[in-house]
């Protein structure tokens, strides 16, 4: 049984500022989880809050990296098909990954990351595997034969898992609350892309986010968003081009074990949660436009999200509640918006 939970830097996103905002706001940028973090808080206690967001950071590093010998993920890797405890942030890290993806059909899956290992893209030693190598480590995935109690983990014997998908999310969540518990009510998070935002800017206005065009320069559109994340997964992120002149990118499909190729070249997900969103957006990206939009319509209400799709011919469909926030820009400003709607 599993516990229920639902509750490159400026890759996917830039952030519109101002100085006219009024007070200077404490900042610092912090290296971690393989990423770029820029963490900005407004108020009195911002230094404070983000010195104690800096140090979550860190020990939420320790207990994930997949190639640290003392982390708890590792120590999941190599537990040899015998049960690992783990610690209470990686316990809802994990009840939060198994339930999308039980809600999503396995459109995410933690247990990839020995093929994504194999495509080079966690060491950038890219390479094609060929069909027969990625059957074989299709053999040892599927997040199903996973067991968790809530408190401990039972991986099979081959199987290795990797949170990188929804890792980033969660640690906004977490670093959110510190700034509330702060008594900051006006902060921007940038880790690695994950937008982050706790309450409006000081101003009283909503921050605005720009949604890098995944075609080329520039953006494709700007968010106004008030206490919510959004999270962009896309083809452009981390990818390589191969001796067959194909590209391929990180995003892989957990049926077939090659990248995903569902139409969709940009998935952002918004909403209260960055967990949420961070594991959404990869999963939209390998759904595609017409299971996403199914997905949405019967889900969206439940775990609270919004999104935003680009597909590969340049098509932009929103979902309903963010026709108000979202607004196309630069060589999109003439594009029609689809909306879809319940």
């Given amino acids: 049984m599993r516990k229920n939970f639902l509750a490159v830097f400026f890759s996917a996103a830039i952030i519109f500022s101002s100085c006219a905002l009024g007070e200077a706001p404490a900042e610092k940028t912090v290296f971690a989880m393989d990423t770029y973090m820029k963490l900005t808080a407004y108020g009195s206690n911002g230094a404070e809050a983000i010195s104690a967001s800096e140090e979550k950071i860190s020990e939420l590093e320790k207990l994930w990296s997949v190639t640290d010998e003392k982390s708890e993920i590792y120590s999941v890797n190599h537990g040899g098909g015998k ?141 106004e968003l008030s206490d919510k994340a959004a999270v962009t997964s896309g083809g452009y992120e981390r990818y390589f081009v191969g001796e067959d002149g194909e590209t391929y990118w990180h995003i892989l499909d957990p049926e077939t074990g090659k990248p995903a190729r569902s139409g969709i070249i940009s998935a952002t997900a918004v909403g209260k949660s960055g967990g949420v969103c961070d594991a959404l957006s990869t999963s939209l990206f390998v759904m595609g436009l017409e299971k996403s939009e199914e997905f949405w319509k019967r889900h969206g209400n439940q775990i609270d999200f919004e999104m935003v799709l680009v597909t590969e011919d340049g098509g932009i469909f929103i979902t309903e509640g963010l026709e108000e926030s979202f607004t196309p820009n630069g060589d999109f400003s003439a594009s029609e918006v689809g909306v879809i709607r319940k």
Avoid: H
């Fill in 83 to 223: 049960p690992v405890p783990v610690s209470n942030d990686t316990a809802e890290l994990l009840s939060l990954s198994f339930e999308i993806s039980e809600m999503t059909d396995g459109a995410l899956d933690c247990t990839m990351y020995p093929i994504l290992k194999e495509w080079g893209f966690t060491t950038g030693e890219y390479k094609i595997p060929d069909d027969e190598k990625i059957a074989k480590l299709l053999e040892n995935t599927g997040y199903e034969n996973i067991d968790f109690d809530g408190v401990n983990i039972t991986l099979p014997a081959d199987f290795q898992i990797d949170l990188g998908a929804v890792g980033k999310g969660f640690t906004g969540d977490m670093v959110s609350q510190i700034m509330r518990e702060n008594g900051v009510t006006s902060a921007l998070l940038d880790l690695g892309g994950n937008i982050q935002t706790v309450g409006n800017k000081p101003d009283g206005t909503p921050w605005k986010i720009g949604l890098r065009n995944p075609f080329g320069d520039g953006l494709f559109g700007v968010l």
